[in-house]
């Protein structure tokens, strides 16, 4: 972390959201998907949110992004609210689905949002993206020419153009198999570690959450609540001996403990984790 520039602007980045609360209309009833969900995201730190299947974690990302409205409660990122940061491009976002246009190169895939914000694409700062995302042979390549884990890494750098403030990733090494995940995981930690953005990911490995972050929130479901917030106090930089020293897999399995505890309510046990 760039702890100098945190201490010139301490909450730079920062998110703060406190009493959020959401409810959907579903068939003229309305069901509440999160309630009273509060929660502190230091500036430049890495905030990883685990919680089982339908618990609202992509809920809040979309709130954090502007996607979706609240009905109570106060979410600021930097001091101000989502639609904010949506208009200055700040907040960038990647899912599970990484929603490239295939007719478009890598390159303009990545500038993409530039373009649609009708802002100056600067072609060394999408090289340099290309490079820190390692692409530099496909930058002309289509994404039909590249593999699952290469097209998820074109959707970072797609979601980096912008210089955001906030960076919000949904699960977005799920549809991967486990030795790309792996080798992503530890990509997202170089890029992170090498462009320091205060970043919000959803994942449904507890390893990976506890991995990659400073702190990881367990969610339990129906309504949406927060179950534990952990700090993760695993030095940095983590390296793979990281994944097989004890520390990390006794935080893993404290948090496996609360998630199983609390998030199983009117859950089938193979939907728990998701
Ligand atoms: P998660 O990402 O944790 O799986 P979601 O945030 O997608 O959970 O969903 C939380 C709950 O809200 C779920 O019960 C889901 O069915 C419901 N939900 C999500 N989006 C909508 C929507 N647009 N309209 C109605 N219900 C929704
Ligand atoms: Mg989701």
């Given amino acids: 972390m760039n702890l100098a520039a945190d201490m010139d602007h301490p909450t730079a980045g920062g998110v703060v959201i406190q009493g959020l ?8 009833r309305s069901f509440e998907a999160l309630q009273e969900i509060s929660l502190t995201v230091a500036s430049r ?12 974690k992509s809920t809040l990302l979309r709130i954090l992004c502007d996607l979706e409205a609240f009905d109570g409660g106060r979410v600021e990122i930097d001091g101000c609210p989502p639609h904010l940061l949506r208009q200055r491009h700040a907040i960038g976002l990647a899912l599970q689905d990484p929603a490239l246009l295939p ?20 072609s060394a700062v999408v090289d340099e ?6 692409l530099e042979h ?49 990509e997202l930690l170089r890029i992170w570690t090498e462009r320091p953005t205060t ?13 990659l972050a400073d702190q990881v929130v367990v969610m ?13 106090d695993l030095p940095r930089p983590r390296t793979v001996s990281v994944l097989r ?13 609360k998630l199983f505890s609390g998030g199983t309510r009117a859950q089938p046990v193979e939907e728990t984790v998701g």
């Fill in 220 to 232: 339990s479901g129906r309504p949406g609540t927060i179950l534990a917030v952990r700090s993760v």
């Fill in 129 to 134: 993206l290309i490079a820190l995302v390692e």
């Fill in 45 to 56: 730190s890495f905030t990883s949110l685990v919680g089982p299947s339908g618990c609202g």
């Fill in 199 to 211: 970043t919000v990911l959803v994942t449904h490995s507890m390893q990976e959450a506890v991995f």
């Fill in 245 to 257: 020293s004890p520390e990390f897999h006794a935080i893993c399995d404290e948090l496996l403990e």
């Fill in 138 to 186: 496909f930058a002309d390549a289509r994404p039909a020419q590249l593999s699952g884990g290469m097209r998820q890494r074109v959707a970072i750098a797609r979601a980096l153009i912008s210089n955001p403030q906030l960076l919000l990733l949904d699960e977005p090494f799920g549809a991967l198999d486990e030795m790309t995940r792996q080798r992503l995981n530890l």
């Fill in 21 to 28: 609360q959401k409810s959907y209309r579903v068939g003229g």
């Fill in 103 to 122: 007719w478009r190169t890598v390159r303009r895939n990545i500038s993409l949002p530039l373009e649609l914000a009708r802002e100056r694409v600067s």
